[in-house]
């Protein structure tokens, strides 16, 4: 289905993941976008970003403003596959199938209370390596190399967005890997530095608010960008609606 400039997958969680996962046994490589309204800003606004997003084959709607856009502009109501989810599931699938997982982004103790806390959840995991997000750009080529040898089928890069998407379309052309995946803050969460929203603010779409309370700071700065998205999305329906009665 298409929305905006993204072919999403219209799939359940446990579907897209096995989809995923099978790209790893084939020749097959997926790029994995977890489509939300800051995505979107960001693809709207940031010229590189723009031209980087090019590269996704395999995107996920996500974020609750996506869904609400999807259903006023498509007229059809799609599921949810939240990133940090579909990472999980991934990593369950891994567990019982000995795909080799890497962990690339965040501060070096939260990659290590991840790795644990995964392990901990998912005997088995065999996790082949981790970097932290915090490196310079010319430590680029040392880590695809690390990647690479490590034998790397699923790569999670949790450094934020843009930065993660953009690093790995960068690196894209160079990395052996079968599933390439942005994972925003999904290691702050898993490693228990942060919770998680509870299950009935997930379901109404007040994630963000939960969110917003743990780190106001952070996600206090990123309200105008989710604004500008909201109005992006009723031009978008205004104009649909004009052209319908032309």
């Given at each position: 289905?298409?929305?905006?400039?993204?072919?999403?997958?219209?799939?359940?969680?446990d579907?897209?993941?096995?989809?995923?996962l099978?790209?790893?046994?084939?020749?097959?490589?997926?790029?994995?976008?977890?489509?939300?309204?800051?995505?979107?800003?960001?693809?709207?606004?940031?010229?590189?970003?723009?031209?980087?997003?090019?590269?996704?084959?395999?995107?996920?709607?996500?974020?609750?403003?996506?869904?609400?856009?999807?259903?006023?502009?498509?007229?059809?109501?799609?599921?949810?596959?939240?990133?940090?989810?579909?990472?999980?599931?991934?990593?369950?699938?891994?567990?019982?199938?000995?795909?080799?997982?890497?962990?690339?982004?965040s501060?070096?103790?939260?990659?290590?209370?991840t790795?644990?806390?995964?392990?901990?959840?998912?005997?088995?995991?065999?996790?082949?390596?981790?970097?932290?997000?915090?490196?310079?750009?010319?430590?680029?080529?040392?880590?695809?190399?690390?990647?690479?040898?490590?034998?790397?089928?699923?790569?999670?890069?949790?450094?934020?967005?843009?930065?993660?998407?953009?690093?790995?379309?960068?690196?894209?052309d160079?990395?052996?890997?079968?599933?390439?995946?942005?994972?925003?803050?999904?290691?702050?969460?898993?490693?228990?530095?942060?919770?998680?929203?509870?299950?009935?603010?997930?379901?109404?779409?007040?994630?963000?608010?939960?969110?917003?309370?743990?780190?106001?700071?952070?996600?206090?700065?990123?309200?105008?960008?989710?604004?500008?998205?909201?109005?992006?999305?009723?031009?978008?329906?205004?104009?649909?609606?004009?052209?319908?009665?032309?």
């Amino acid at each position: 289905m298409r929305f905006l400039d993204f072919d999403l997958q219209d799939r359940d969680l446990d579907s897209a993941a096995s989809e995923l996962l099978g790209g790893t046994k084939s020749d097959k490589k997926y790029f994995v976008l977890t489509l939300n309204a800051l995505i979107v800003y960001e693809y709207l606004h940031n010229r590189d970003y723009h031209e980087a997003l090019k590269r996704v084959n395999y995107v996920v709607p996500d974020g609750s403003g996506v869904l609400k856009a999807v259903k006023l502009l498509n007229k059809k109501k799609v599921s949810r596959v939240p990133g940090i989810d579909l990472m999980l599931t991934l990593c369950k699938l891994a567990s019982i199938g000995s795909e080799r997982i890497y962990l690339l982004g965040s501060q070096i103790d939260t990659v290590t209370k991840t790795i644990r806390k995964l392990k901990e959840r998912y005997p088995g995991l065999n996790i082949v390596g981790s970097h932290n997000g915090f490196f310079d750009e010319s430590e680029s080529d040392t880590i695809v190399a690390e990647i690479n040898n490590s034998r790397t089928d699923i790569l999670f890069v949790g450094m934020g967005v843009p930065k993660q998407e953009l690093w790995i379309t960068k690196n894209l052309d160079r990395l052996n890997v079968g599933v390439l995946m942005g994972v925003g803050g999904s290691f702050d969460v898993i490693s228990g530095n942060l919770n998680r929203a509870p299950v009935w603010m997930q379901k109404i779409g007040l994630e963000w608010l939960y969110r917003t309370v743990q780190e106001p700071r952070k996600r206090l700065r990123l309200i105008p960008k989710l604004a500008k998205f909201e109005l992006h999305i009723l031009k978008s329906y205004f104009c649909l609606r004009r052209g319908g009665s032309g």
